[in-house]
């Protein structure tokens, strides 16, 4: 069994996936070890052709009983084992080199195992909190001058008032990967930042997610992967405009907001090395 390093961990959603198996949860257990000892007595009496004799055994006992609590790697590595060994696997390990017959028969809904190199995109980094907004605005100065005007200061402004009234802070984080064995496929993660195990830092490096497909992106598509704070407020509509004004602009900036498929966006359950 692997030892995992947690990085991630989505409790309230490894709960529900194992209630699902299981019919439920238990959080601990009660376990029981009995042992036990002995030592042969025996004799013998008379003489000649004609005696008795007797024997026994005589010895002791010990029972010993412990509550086990589940922590998160138990809690994990029950769901792991339980989704391998369904009948067919529930869980499908990606280690082998994809193409794109193979990468189309991933679908939603599947769940995962694979290994990823991981990265924060800077614009994710810049808006972790609505004041990063100042950073993203001294950055947008910097790299295209020409495209921060008083109406970007606007929208800036309205995005950091947004993610105030959504209580100062920015859960949402995306995480954008390229699969270890198939750089040309990539993944997306959003995550919530109360679910980190680690620090931010920690899950720039070559990870395992284990996460369900929650969509297929297509070449010559891409998904939108900026989080700013508050743009969860919007209604759908509103979010849509904006994000197919941002999908026009060619500024690398912008565009970096955004990952060419072929990708898939994953629920996480799990980031680990």
Not at 137 to 153: G, Q, W, Y
Not at 229 to 238: E, Q
Request: contains cysteine.
């Amino acid at each position: 069994m692997p030892l995992r390093q947690f990085l991630y961990y989505d409790e309230p959603l490894v709960d529900d996936f194992l209630g699902e198996l299981e019919g439920g949860i238990s959080d601990e257990e009660t376990q029981r070890d009995s042992s036990s000892r002995g030592r042969k007595i025996g004799g013998r009496a008379g003489g000649g052709p004609v005696h008795v004799s007797a024997g026994g055994e005589r010895g002791s006992s010990t029972e010993t009983e412990r509550i086990v609590r589940q922590v998160r790697a138990s809690k994990f590595q029950r769901l792991h084992d339980l989704l391998l060994e369904s009948e067919p696997p529930l869980l499908k390990t990606v280690d082998y080199e994809l193409d794109a017959e193979l990468w189309d028969q991933l679908r939603r809904g599947d769940l995962i195992d694979v290994d990823a190199a991981l990265s924060i995109p800077t614009i994710s980094r810049l808006t972790a909190t609505s004041g990063g907004f100042a950073g993203l605005l001294s950055l947008m100065e910097t790299l295209a001058p020409d495209k921060v005007d008083d109406e970007a200061r606007e929208a800036m402004e309205g995005f950091k008032a947004l993610g105030q009234l959504n209580g100062g802070d920015n859960d949402q984080l995306t995480l954008v990967g390229e699969l270890a064995v198939s750089p040309d496929f990539r993944v997306i993660c959003p995550v919530r930042k109360r679910h980190l195990v680690g620090s931010l830092d920690d899950l720039e490096t070559e990870v395992t997610v284990v996460a369900k497909i929650q969509r297929k992106v297509k070449p010559g598509d891409s998904e939108f992967v900026g989080d700013f704070p508050g743009l969860s407020l919007m209604d759908r509509d509103t979010r849509r405009a904006f994000i197919r004004e941002q999908r026009r602009d060619s500024d690398p900036m912008t565009r970096s907001m955004f990952v060419e498929g072929p990708a898939a966006t994953l629920s996480v359950l799990a980031i680990y090395r």
